[in-house]
């Protein structure tokens, strides 16, 4: 099964918003490269999703709890082992 990662979730919302990587890394105090690596993992630790979603004011969290998501057929969001997985179905 392959994994499309949560950090396209964020990167779209960061998009939506115009924050760019650079406003982003000194919100979370890191380094750029943390953003972009973030951005292009298939999962993302539970407390960075949350300190995420405290910059961009969006609760993913609940969002993907919820199923409020909006995701396209193709793919499935689970939250295993306090990691938030997006697969291909």
């Not at 392959?2 to 990167?11: H, V, Y």
């Not at 943390?34 to 405290?54: A, F, H, Q, W």
């Amino acid at each position: 099964m392959n994994k499309l990662n949560i950090g396209a979730l964020i990167k779209v919302e960061m998009q939506r918003q115009g924050m760019s990587v650079a406003e982003m890394a000194k919100k979370l105090n890191v380094q750029r490269q943390t953003v972009y690596d973030m951005l292009n993992r298939p999962n993302i630790d539970v407390e960075r999703l949350k300190d995420i979603s405290d910059v961009l004011h969006k609760d993913f969290m609940s969002d993907i709890a919820s199923q409020n998501v909006q995701k396209p057929d193709w793919c499935e969001i689970t939250i295993l082992d306090n990691k938030i997985l997006i697969t291909k179905r």
